[in-house]
Nanobody, 119 residues
Framework: QVQLVESGGGLVQPGGSLRLSCAAS????????MGWYRQAPGKQRELVAA???????NYADSVKGRFTISRDNAKNTVYLQMNSLKPEDTAAYYC?????????????WGQGTQVTVSS
């Protein structure tokens, strides 16, 4: 059984910052790609940022230069530092991980954490 537990969401004013964390636990052999997705009301879930086990990253164009994804492989944890937040960043943010269990990998999701950017 693998669990992804997110934390760090909340209410912040435009221009503010938040840091999301997502810790994976369970009988994990390793984790390949980890990422953050978000879903606003009435919209499809979209990729925000992703990072490979080797540290390669990619970002949605809308967050480039404002958000930074990082990970601590020893702790099976991924972070999303969000700066210069805008109202359009308001969404539920979900952690995703491609987890190695033995010889196979499986896709897992966290429960989501709400980020609200409003004055």
């Amino acid at each position: 059984q693998v669990q992804l537990v997110e934390s760090g969401g909340g209410l912040v004013q435009p221009g503010g910052s938040l840091r999301l964390s997502c810790a994976a636990s369970g009988s994990i052999f390793g984790i390949n790609r980890m990422g953050w997705y978000r879903q606003a009301p009435g919209k499809q879930r979209e990729l925000v940022a992703a990072i490979t086990s080797g540290g390669s990253t990619n970002y949605a164009d809308s967050v480039k230069g404002r958000f930074t994804i990082s990970r601590d492989n020893a702790k099976n944890t991924v972070y999303l530092q969000m700066n210069s937040l805008k109202p359009e960043d308001t969404a539920a943010y979900y952690c995703n991980a491609d987890v190695l269990l033995g010889l196979r990998s499986y896709d897992y999701w966290g429960q989501g954490t709400q980020v609200t950017v409003s004055s």
